[in-house]
Structure formats: structure tokens, C-alpha cells
């Protein structure tokens, strides 16, 4: 089992940047596949973007492809996005999760993720 804390949240402007932080607890964090989704206010929670196990693979939802970069650091059980030109539509609570599963599963689906973070409030004003 694994415990995901999330920090970094905040308010931006449009254009501006902010980077998210996930630190995980336990010795397994190498074991898990790592991703970020997002939910905003009436909306159904959605895929942001996901790294394999070695950071060699990443994925990224259409919609921050070129503005959002996964990271992470294994030694230090962290998972990170870098979110740069962040738009209004960006605004939401940021999740990290962790998959325990094989990457014959997808890497972009709720479901696929069995441990979550508490969430971090993202405000992007116009």
C-alpha cells in the first residue's frame, strides 16, 4: 500500500506556472506507475497526464501535451508536474495516483489506479 500527498496548488494567471509535488510513503514507490488527473466543478475526473515505473515513458492528455511535463525522482518517492501557459480550463483539483498494474493496462484510465492523493486546488484567473 502506498500514501500520496500532494503540494503546490495555488492560484496563477493566465499564462503563468506552477509545479506540483506527490511524495509517497513506503519503500514500493518504484513498483508503482504514476499519473495526475484533475476535476473541475461539475465534471467527471479526468486523465492529465501518467509516467511508467523508470520515468522512461510518459503520456499526456491532448490538452496539456506541450504545456505539462511529468517527472520523477525514485530516491526521493516523488512524482512531479510542471505545468507552464496554464489556461483557465486548467483550473481544477489536481490528483496523483499510483497503479500497481502491469502496463498491459492502460495508463489513462480512473480505474487503473488504486491509491490516491488528497488533491491540490489549481485557480487559473483570466
Known amino acids: 500500500q502506498v500514501q500520496l500527498v500532494e503540494s503546490g496548488g495555488g492560484l496563477v494567471q493566465a499564462g503563468g506556472s506552477l509545479r506540483l509535488s506527490c511524495e509517497a510513503s513506503g519503500r514500493t514507490f518504484r513498483t508503482y506507475r504514476m499519473g495526475w488527473f484533475r476535476q473541475a466543478p461539475g465534471k467527471e475526473r479526468e486523465f492529465v497526464t501518467a509516467?511508467?515505473?523508470?520515468?522512461?515513458?510518459?503520456y499526456y492528455a491532448d490538452s496539456v501535451k506541450g504545456r505539462f511535463t511529468i517527472s520523477r525522482d525514485n530516491a526521493k518517492n516523488s512524482v512531479y508536474l510542471q505545468m507552464n501557459s496554464l489556461k483557465p480550463e486548467d483550473t481544477a483539483v489536481y490528483y496523483c495516483?499510483?497503479?500497481?498494474?502491469?502496463?498491459?493496462?492502460?495508463?489513462?484510465?480512473?480505474?487503473?489506479?488504486?491509491?490516491w492523493g488528497q488533491g491540490t486546488q489549481v485557480t487559473v484567473s483570466s
Open positions: 509516467i511508467s515505473r523508470s520515468g522512461s515513458r510518459t
Open positions: 495516483a499510483a497503479s500497481p498494474y502491469s502496463d498491459s493496462y492502460s495508463y489513462t484510465g480512473v480505474r487503473e489506479y488504486d491509491y
